[in-house]
């Protein structure tokens, strides 16, 4: 009757997650927007390090949106694990859940003795209710709820891609490097992990020209932002997301009529061609500062002083959520490297159990080659077990419509993998019965 009631229709539970995802959405455009303010405010680097996006923040409408979010996402998480999803997820993933979260409610209780916390640090990227959030995982793992969110992503996607593009267009170019990464970073955090997304997820063979071009439409808004955002790390993630798109509509395109193909080479080029019309002043401009960035060293200097000041000990173990360290001369709470950063902070127990939750389920689903409708999901969080290595220096987890919707993928994969052991199951039972018969 459980199951009945998980895979029906639309219910309290779908509510919850739709209220989650739109707060936790919602505050994403209002800080991106913040983001976006200083950019354009600012045109010299020490403004634009010393400038406080709060200040072009609607205060209260945020405040409302995030913690609405928050709190709803944590509410629905727990009812799609108590209604079904606890037991899809695997016993290893389990343990991993109750190890992280009671590792950092341990590290919390410690580094908040004597101070207590403010509400944006216990929401924060070192903070408690991060890792308590990933439970919206578990929304992942109901059919009903991944409906639901596959609509809300393609929306997700096409709002902020939309916003972008304006926002590419009406701009002048780049004064320094800085300036593009403040325009760039938040809209980034959304489309990096939804519009390879809508992308990968085509299961239509037939799909027309016009609808194909229409899916690619927040793809190539990223790749554009990718070309003025100056980020190096972003064009080896826009390089591995355009080749698996290769892998994939090669196979597509191979079944269908010359005609056909030369519609979408049209569709495209012309596309191309009126974006680069509008766009080509800020795309040169900012090709001029990428290519004066590729070989700028901005880590080694920075892991030499941090590893200098850390143990081994401090690694294993976490110095809790308000570590700092010493970084020429100012004390420092980040680290280029999520992983890193999540060794700092909790230890081995909050990495492992992380990898553990996000990336492994990702990692055997691609092992057994499913159909896309669940190898896109698991695509995007090998890609995102790539960033935390260091290689994209703003991606960390957060209490974030991005990770919100990585973490749903993640309970997709674990539905898949429980659909494959429940098939496995059912296969045996008959041999066995037949043995005890026999």
């Not at 109901?142 to 593009?165: E, F, G, K, M």
């Not at 900012?286 to 030499?304: I, N």
């Not at 492994?360 to 935390?388: Q, T």
């Not at 674990?414 to 429940?422: D, E, I, N, P, T």
Request: proline share 4%; aromatic share 12%.
């Amino acid at each position: 009757m459980t199951r009945s009631v998980s895979s029906g229709g639309w219910n309290i539970r779908s509510t919850i997650l739709v209220i989650a995802l739109l707060g936790i959405f919602s505050h994403g455009l209002l800080w991106a927007g913040a983001h976006h303010r200083v950019a354009i405010t600012y045109e010299s680097s020490t403004d634009i390090e010393n400038a406080d996006p709060d200040e072009f923040l609607p205060l209260t409408c945020t405040r409302i949106a995030v913690y609405t979010g928050l709190i709803a996402g944590i509410l629905a998480g727990m009812m799609y694990m108590f209604l079904g999803g606890w037991a899809k997820i695997g016993l290893s993933a389990r343990l991993a859940f109750a190890v992280m979260i009671l590792w950092m409610l341990i590290h919390s209780i410690v580094a908040y003795r004597e101070v207590p916390p403010s509400p944006s640090e216990l929401r924060g990227t070192k903070g408690l209710l991060l890792w308590v959030s990933c439970l919206i995982l578990f929304a992942g793992t109901d059919r009903n709820a991944w409906r639901i969110t596959t609509r809300l992503v393609h929306i997700v996607s096409y709002v902020t891609a939309s916003i972008l593009l304006l926002n590419i267009l009406r701009f002048p170019r780049f004064s320094s490097v800085l300036q593009a990464q403040w325009f760039f970073r938040v809209y980034l955090g959304i489309l990096l992990w939804t519009a390879p997304w809508v992308l990968l997820s085509i299961k239509d063979a037939h799909i027309s020209p016009a609808r194909l071009v229409f899916r690619a439409f927040p793809f190539g808004v990223l790749v554009l932002a990718v070309l003025q955002g100056t980020g190096r790390s972003f064009l080896i993630i826009i390089a591995i997301y355009s080749a698996v798109l290769l892998a994939k509509f090669k196979r597509l395109l191979r079944t269908q009529s010359l005609a056909y193909k030369g519609t979408i080479a049209c569709l495209l080029l012309y596309i191309a061609g009126i974006a680069v019309y509008f766009a080509i002043g800020q795309i040169t401009s900012s090709f001029s500062l990428l290519a004066e960035r590729l070989w700028t060293d901005t880590r080694t200097d920075q892991y030499a002083q941090f590893l200098s000041q850390v143990s081994v000990s401090d690694l294993v173990i976490g110095k809790g959520p308000r570590a700092t360290w010493n970084w020429d001369g100012r004390e420092y709470a980040w680290i280029d490297g999520s992983y890193t950063l999540m060794m700092f902070n909790g230890g081995l127990p909050l990495l492992i159990s992380y990898v553990v939750i996000m990336i492994v389920p990702a990692w055997r689903v691609l092992r057994r080659r499913p159909s896309w409708d669940y190898a896109a999901p698991a695509v995007v969080l090998l890609v995102w077990a790539l960033c935390l290595t260091g290689l994209s220096t703003f991606t960390n987890p957060t209490v974030s419509i991005g990770h919100y919707v990585l973490c749903i993928y993640a309970g997709r994969c674990y539905s898949y993998l429980y659909s494959r052991r429940s098939e496995l199951s059912a296969l045996r039972t008959p041999i066995s019965s037949t043995k005890a018969e026999r």
